[in-house]
């Protein structure tokens, strides 16, 4: 069979070559991932494609007439179903799933499929009247002469094509700018096919006779689809997945663009900020409550709607990112009122209970402190007979532990007030100052303190606290005549460890962990039991964390472990 060399068969095969690539790749996809309209419209316009222009490559460099004529119908297969298959394509990556039935199938290749079949019987020349081979620059083409059938399947094709066209459009700009990507690399791919289409049907200058260079501009929509599906993975993950989303989700979202520019948005987002005009094209900081603040932070914003009376939002937003780098954020937008309110309304309750614990406390100390002071006066000046003083002893007793409970209460609320704010604290000055003062309210105890190194760390001045309250419980729970604490200071890169040993009884391994429990008190101890859970409650407020050790050669040794600042 002879041959003949024209460099218009280069772009012809590279298209052949491209769309059969993309077809197997197709076809694997679909094994390996399933079936899907997407996928299997675009399969079809693929192989369609690499038929047309598989036999234009044969049409174009054979010489022999009958070659080039069966080469002629053969191609037409290809190039006459494209199109209905580029629409169907169109239909599913657009997601109009009421299109995408058997019986859209069979309409649309109904007139491909008669004219096939006319183009290779050709009854009453309906298909085409005539053919000769014809020579030009030293090239032989086929020249035909198109019959009646022909030219209503051209028609067809560019009605078919046009209605895609239109498809894909709306769809861009429904979507915006940021999923538009992959519907534009599929509409610019056919313009120049297109506008080539149109000049050699109307036999327009200077595409007018000659070489049919429709299947050569197929180069240009092969190799921006093999980069929508390679690249931005056109059969992975499809724009219209987003928008199906977004438009039935009960939250909004909004898109930005690189400078931060509203480029798309659903309704809901327009709904929950109020918004009576459309969002895009405005600077994010003037439609997006608290955007500024948004902007420095990584974690959800909840934020109040100035356009809707109490209601709130929480706004999140995201980086979107390319491999060549970032292209905008999303803002999600989530309608939180009710719990908001909640929220709200549990502060104020809190508020109203926080102030009315501060009065109980304040009348309840008060008031103790009266009746201390009178029980004390009343044994001073010897008003109670000697067998009524054991009694009057234990009110006295049950008098104090009430006020101390009520300072422990205000303490344990200053603990868990999240507002209560931490600052540098020196951890030696802090010993110092306590062991000072608990000699003073205990003299039969020795309180020894080693050099204490700096150590600071951040706290603030419930650390008191945990330190009155073990040496303290190290002398109340002592059994011996004369109570002796030892109190040191070690630090290392990350930590300071305060230790306070004593002489006393100790406490059994069981209980060791149970000592900071609350209720928790030693055998026949007059305290109230909340001590060393407020010590435990305030070390973990400082990251830091208690335990209790055996001393050596008796006794219980407190390690209290604080975070450096």
Not at 58 to 67: E, T
Not at 78 to 100: C, E, I, M, N, S
Not at 167 to 194: C, D, E, N, W, Y
Not at 358 to 372: A, K, L, S
Request: a negative charge; aromatic letters at 8%.
């Amino acid at each position: 069979m002879e041959w003949q060399y024209t460099v218009y068969a280069y772009p012809t095969i590279f298209a052949a070559i491209a769309s059969a690539i993309i077809f197997v790749y197709t076809l694997d996809f679909m094994r390996q991932r399933g079936q899907s309209p997407v996928a299997l419209s675009f399969a079809a316009l693929a192989v369609t494609t690499t038929i047309w222009t598989g036999t234009s490559v044969i049409k174009l460099l054979a010489v022999d007439a009958g070659v080039k004529l069966l080469a002629y119908k053969v191609l037409h297969i290809g190039g006459t179903f494209a199109p209905p298959a580029f629409l169907l394509f169109a239909l599913a990556y657009t997601d109009r799933k009421q299109y995408l039935n058997r019986k859209t199938v069979v309409a649309l290749f109904v007139v491909p499929s008669v004219f096939v079949l006319v183009l290779f019987t050709n009854p009453m020349e309906l298909a085409y009247t005539g053919w000769e081979l014809t020579t030009a620059n030293g090239i032989t083409t086929l020249s035909v002469e198109d019959g009646p059938v022909s030219t209503l399947s051209f028609i067809y094709v560019f009605v078919a094509l046009f209605t895609a066209f239109g498809v894909i459009g709306h769809h861009v700009i429904r979507l915006g700018k940021p999923f538009s990507l992959q519907a534009a690399l599929l509409l610019v791919g056919l313009v120049l096919p297109t506008v080539v289409a149109v000049f050699e049907f109307t036999d327009t200058p200077p595409l007018a006779g000659g070489v049919n260079l429709v299947p050569a501009s197929l180069a240009i929509p092969t190799t921006l689809y093999a980069i929508a599906v390679f690249r931005y993975k056109l059969l992975d993950i499809l724009p219209i997945a987003y928008a199906a989303a977004g438009e039935h989700s009960t939250d909004g979202f909004i898109v930005l663009d690189s400078s931060e520019t509203v480029v798309h948005t659903n309704d809901t987002a327009a709904e929950l900020l109020g918004a009576r005009r459309s969002l895009r094209g405005n600077a994010a900081a003037n439609v997006i409550p608290a955007y500024d603040q948004l902007k420095r932070s990584d974690e959800p914003l909840d934020c109040q709607v100035q356009q809707v009376p109490n209601r709130y939002v929480e706004l999140t937003r995201i980086p979107l990112e390319q491999s060549y780098g970032r292209v905008g954020w999303v803002v999600t937008v989530r309608d939180v009122t009710p719990r908001k309110q909640y929220e709200l309304s549990l502060e104020s309750r809190n508020d109203e209970l926080e102030m009315l614990n501060r009065i109980v406390r304040h009348d309840i100390r008060n008031d103790m402190q009266i009746v201390t002071a009178y029980i004390e006066l009343a044994m001073e000046d010897g008003l109670v007979e000697p067998d009524g003083r054991p009694y009057l002893q234990t009110a006295l007793t049950r008098a104090q532990n009430t006020v101390e409970l009520t300072n422990a209460l205000g303490q344990l609320t200053k603990v868990t007030n999240e507002d209560e704010r931490l600052y540098s604290v020196d951890v030696g000055t802090v010993v110092s100052k306590v062991a000072d003062s608990v000699r003073e309210s205990h003299p039969e105890a020795t309180i020894t303190v080693a050099s204490l190194p700096a150590a600071t760390i951040l706290g603030n001045d419930l650390l008191e606290s945990v330190f009155v309250n073990i040496i303290e419980n190290a002398i109340v729970h002592n059994d011996t005549d004369a109570p002796d604490v030892d109190v040191g200071l070690s630090v290392t890169e990350d930590a300071a460890t305060v230790r306070i040993a004593d002489n006393g009884p100790g406490i059994p391994d069981d209980k060791k962990k149970e000592v900071f429990g609350k209720g928790e008190k030693g055998l026949e101890s007059p305290g109230t039991g909340v001590g060393l859970y407020l010590v435990d409650a305030i070390v973990t407020t400082y990251g830091g964390k208690v335990w209790v050790e055996d001393n050596d050669p008796r006794g219980a040794r407190f390690m209290i472990e604080l975070p450096l600042a």
